[in-house]
Antibody
């Protein structure tokens, strides 16, 4: 059974930092491209960042470019999102999602998701 | 960036009836469109990809159609567990992949 378990969310002040983790199991993590997707309160889904299966290629939404960094540790079956210079508008539930395949191959949709971790940016 | 627009924002339908949800893209996305179901507090679930292919384990009452800029998710014979939120997502032009704002399906 595929499982994605996010952790690391919490309350942080504007300008602060937080690192999210996503522990994966039940599939070949090292062979899977991954993404982070978020949902602000009362809003829809917004793609945040993506990473290729080997970690060589990463992509970020303009709204987080230069502030967030996606990475992975295949030996630990874990995906990360380092979030710096946090703003109030980054407040959201952050989901870890497994991509069906590489975006470059036209398979950039999400066949499994975690249940999310809440990040609140407030003073 | 491709903008995805879902309509209506809220759809009221009686259990056992059919629901038709719409999704429009600001430019053609071919058939590179997915639909997700999202229950509060749970992980979103992939329903449809390639505009019309049901994902593994998805009941046959869920069907998708369309191509280019106009897409439809149809749920026939609505069950109680279907009254949640649905999102469409294009993955033709990236980054970024983009989602619609969602349609909430409520019991009439």
């Amino acid at each position: 059974e595929v499982q994605l378990l996010e952790s690391g969310g919490g309350l942080v002040e504007p300008g602060g930092s937080l690192r999210l983790s996503c522990a994966a199991s039940g599939f070949t993590f090292s062979g899977s491209a991954m993404s982070w997707v978020r949902q602000a309160p009362g809003k829809g889904l917004e793609w945040v960042s993506a990473i290729s299966d080997n970690g060589v290629y990463t992509y970020d939404a303009d709204s987080v470019k230069g502030r967030f960094t996606i990475s992975r540790e295949n030996s630990k079956n874990t995906l990360y999102l380092q979030m710096n210079s946090l703003r109030a508008e980054d407040t959201a539930v952050y989901y870890c999602a497994k991509q069906l395949g590489l975006c470059s191959r036209g398979t950039c949709y999400f066949d499994y998701w975690g249940q999310g971790t809440l990040v609140t940016v407030s003073s | 960036e491709i903008v995805m627009t879902q309509s209506p924002a809220t759809l009221s339908v009686s259990p056992g009836e059919r629901a038709t949800l719409s999704c429009r893209a600001s430019q053609s996305v071919g058939s590179n469109l997915a639909w997700y179901q999202h229950k509060p507090g749970q992980a979103p679930r992939l329903l449809i990809y390639g505009a019309s292919t049901r994902a593994t384990g998805i009941p046959a009452r869920f069907s998708g159609s369309g191509s280019g800029t106009e897409f439809t998710l149809t749920i026939s014979s609505l069950q109680s567990e279907d009254f949640v939120v649905y999102y469409c997502q294009q993955y033709n032009n990236w980054p970024p992949v983009t989602f619609g704002q969602g349609t909430r399906l409520e019991i009439k």
